[in-house]
């Protein structure tokens, strides 16, 4: 159980206004309540609340909150910080007042352990579905986290909630079958290798076939004129022979 301590001062005024002049005065608006307790508006100190709540698991730990005037602090659970936008600057925060032997809601963070042999050995990838534990228990069996050894998990090897040690007291929240954490084969990225079509119109390599179908290309000073040239001598060849035989 981790515990610590924060100063806080009652205020009289609510509502937006109020909360904008706490804000230029270097405070934080909050509010306190919990089981037979009314609420009671307090403000803190910003830099103090900051430097606490970026030191501590805010989920579960126990904050011990010192009001003025008061003569014992409350032990409380922080249950929610408001920040602004886009601003490091915290707007409001909500405190839980826990009571002794009363069992609280809560989220316990999950820590993994070494490296799986699945990544080791086998190129895996280490993926943890769930980061923090919903439980249920009594403010003095509060754990400050929960740890999972994962260094004999193999390729495709996961643990599970009923695979986390839970101490005495303390109650899981979501199904024991829940997947924790996997080790998973690497997803690889397949080239897809496309055809270039051939353009129509395209001049054939020199020696290659034309395309079924298509007429062979006729050679420079074809043949036909050839034809042409051999049947004008013959013409004239006949008419020659004519005149020698009337002569």
């Not at 922080?78 to 920040?83: C, G, L, S, Y």
């Amino acid at each position: 159980m981790s515990k610590a301590t924060l100063n806080a001062k009652k205020r009289d005024n609510s509502g937006k206004g109020a909360a904008r002049t706490l804000r230029r005065e270097g405070r934080v608006p909050a509010v306190l309540y919990g089981r037979e307790l009314e609420s009671i508006h307090l403000s803190v100190d910003a830099h103090e609340a900051e430097k606490l709540f970026h030191s501590i698991s805010v989920d579960n730990t126990i904050v011990d909150l010192a009001v003025e005037g008061e003569k014992k602090p409350y032990q409380t659970l922080v249950r929610e910080i408001q920040t602004h936008p886009w601003r490091s600057a915290l707007l409001h925060v909500d405190f839980l007042r826990i009571q002794e032997g009363v069992a609280v809601d809560l989220d316990v963070p999950v820590r993994l352990i070494g490296v799986p042999a699945g990544v080791r050995l086998g190129g895996g990838v280490l993926e943890q579905m769930v980061h923090d534990l919903p439980i249920r228990c009594v403010p003095s069996k509060i754990p400050e986290s929960f740890e999972l050894d994962v260094t004999p998990l193999e390729l495709n090897g996961s643990l599970h909630v009923s695979d986390i040690v839970l101490g005495e007291g303390v109650e899981v929240r979501i199904p024991l079958d829940r997947t924790i954490c996997s080790v998973a084969i690497p997803k690889i990225v397949e080239e897809v290798v496309t055809a270039v079509p051939v353009l129509e119109g395209a001049e054939l390599v020199e020696g290659a076939a034309p395309a079924e179908g298509a007429a062979a290309p006729e050679a420079e000073g074809g043949d036909a004129g050839d034809k042409g040239d051999k049947g004008d001598k013959g013409d004239r060849g006949d008419k020659k022979d004519k005149k020698e035989r009337r002569d």
